[in-house]
């Protein structure tokens, strides 16, 4: 069975710093696409930021030179620095990756971890 793990989330004061990992596990021959969303209290989830297989990278405006994304190898782990944060950004993120496997693509979530952002 395919996993997500996602780790480093936590308080931080504005302005700050977190650095976000997900680690896949499980029977995978790639991984396609992974990327980091959020979902803010009475939000709809967003996505942050994605990281493609050959390095593409795509951004939310709102994050645009804050935040970096960052994968390891084609079957992760994948990062997410994020710089400069603010009181908005407070959300549970979630790892998302579209994941090859040996039955065709598999879309994973992580299981999420808080981001507080607060003085």
């Known amino acids: 069975q395919v996993q997500l793990v996602e780790s480093g989330g936590g308080l931080v004061q504005p302005g700050g710093s977190l650095r976000l990992s997900c680690t896949a596990s499980?029977?995978?021959?790639?991984?396609?696409?992974m990327g980091w969303y959020r979902q803010a209290p009475g939000k709809e989830r967003e996505l942050v930021a994605a990281?493609?297989?050959?390095?593409?990278?795509n951004y939310e405006d709102s994050v645009k030179g804050r935040f970096i994304i960052s994968r390891d190898n084609v079957k992760g782990p994948v990062h997410l620095q994020m710089n400069s944060l603010k009181p908005e950004d407070t959300a549970v993120y979630y790892c998302n990756a579209a994941i090859k496997v040996i039955i065709g693509i598999q879309n994973v979530w992580g299981q999420g971890t808080q981001v507080t952002v607060s003085s």
């Open positions: 499980g029977n995978i021959f790639s991984i396609n696409v």
């Open positions: 990281h493609t297989r050959t390095g593409s990278t």
